[in-house]
């Protein structure tokens, strides 16, 4: 195996407050000690780091996602500079795809042309209607970002195929319908989203009674499984789908598999997967640069080893669970805990429990009425 999968912290910095932030306000404060805008040199230096190591690990196809804090603090002429370099310097052979992760209250027309110019796609953080999305994602004096989200969406659906590919992330939160948000996206003209689970862990307990994010989940499953839409797509559940069919992961939250995401901070600071953070200040640092160091340094690391090895740390009861081949025992940051580090199942297992199991009984219902299950006993025919 070789890491595919590179996130890149242009900035450091955010002009959003979101209360539940992984990055300014769940314990960690290593933001503090970076820049707030990732240097050129160091972006180049990037650049070249995981071009070398893709050459030398023969990988054909990686993704480069642009993060931050809100990436498109960094300017046009910066972001310019750098999607020219990332596509200059690209060696022959290698496909890269480009995304970039915003909370879209910068966007207006020129930066999408930019984009589209580079070939980069476009996540947009955004929590559903403006009496959802306004609560946690506000600025620093407390006032909602709905209203300008809004009008990056409004823009972006009415240039059609002139946009670059985009779509929609929601931190779930069981406390509103996921049917309503769902439907909302769908009626402003949303046609690619996701409904990620929240960053808690065992020793940061989620506020909701347990329970309650599968039903959020299978309300929305329900509502966009009869809709038989095509074109609107939910990338959780395709994925689901696609781990319960085929075995295929596509998602690197999802299924049995190493988790090799790497992560360059504003500093150059190579570390795993960020969201990690989450589990202790300052976890997530390694003392690896890209200035002195090769990706390659990275797989020598405990704690990076750690993310490739662990589906080893799972406890038995996972690995014999009947939803293991699609929850993979949940995503490694809602596993930890002081007691057991990473040895626990997901702090939402009995929801990922209770939703796969809802999506296979509707899959399997599916493939009955198709004469392609056996009504007894499930066998495929």
Same mark, same amino acid.
């Given at each position: ?79 310019? !500079? ?116 929240p960053d808690y862990h065992h020793d940061l307990l ?104 662990? !589906? ?70």
């Amino acid at each position: 195996m070789a890491a595919r999968n590179f996130i890149i912290k242009i900035a450091g910095a955010c002009n959003l407050n979101c209360s539940y932030c992984y990055m300014y306000n769940m314990g960690d404060t290593t933001f503090k000690q970076r820049p707030k805008v990732m240097a050129l040199e160091v972006a180049t230096q990037t650049l070249e780091r995981i071009y070398g190591y893709a050459q030398r690990q023969g990988v054909s196809h990686l993704k480069l996602v642009l993060h931050g804090g809100e990436p498109l603090l960094v300017g046009k002429e910066w972001m310019r !500079q750098f999607l020219g370099e990332a596509r200059r310097r690209t060696p022959e052979g290698l496909r890269v795809e480009i995304g970039l992760q915003t909370n879209a209250t910068l966007i207006d027309r020129e930066w999408i042309d930019l984009l589209v110019e580079y070939r980069a796609t476009l996540g947009i953080s955004m929590d559903g209607p403006a009496e959802q999305h306004d609560r946690y994602r506000v600025d620093f004096a407390g006032r909602g970002s709905y209203a300008k989200v809004r009008e990056a969406i409004d823009l972006l659906v009415s240039l059609g195929t002139a946009a670059p590919p985009w779509g929609v992330l929601v931190v779930s939160n069981p406390e509103y319908s996921g049917v309503e948000i769902y439907r909302h996206f769908v009626s402003i003209g949303v046609k690619w989203m996701d409904f990620l689970w929240p960053d808690y862990h065992h020793d940061l307990l989620p506020p909701w009674p347990a329970g309650s994010l599968a039903r959020y989940y299978s309300e929305i499953f329900d509502a966009w499984y009869e809709a038989r839409d095509p074109k609107v797509r939910i990338r959780w559940f395709e994925s689901a789908l696609r781990l319960l069919l085929t075995g295929q992961q596509t998602l690197d939250s999802m299924g049995p598999h190493p988790l090799e995401m790497v992560v360059v901070e504003t500093d150059g600071s190579m570390e795993p997967l960020d969201v990690i953070r989450t589990c202790g200040d300052g976890m997530t640092q390694l003392g690896l640069n890209v200035a002195t160091d090769d990706v390659e340094e990275l797989y020598l690391n405990p704690l990076f080893d750690l993310c490739v090895r662990n !589906q080893e740390l799972l406890p038995q009861q996972c690995l014999t669970c009947p939803a293991h081949q699609v929850c993979g025992g949940g995503y490694l940051p809602h596993r930890y805990s002081k007691a057991a580090g990473f040895g626990n199942p997901s702090v939402h297992c009995a929801d990922l429990l209770a939703l796969i199991t809802h999506i296979e009984q509707r899959l399997q219902q599916e493939l009955r009425a198709a004469n392609l299950l056996a009504p007894e006993d499930g066998t495929q025919i």
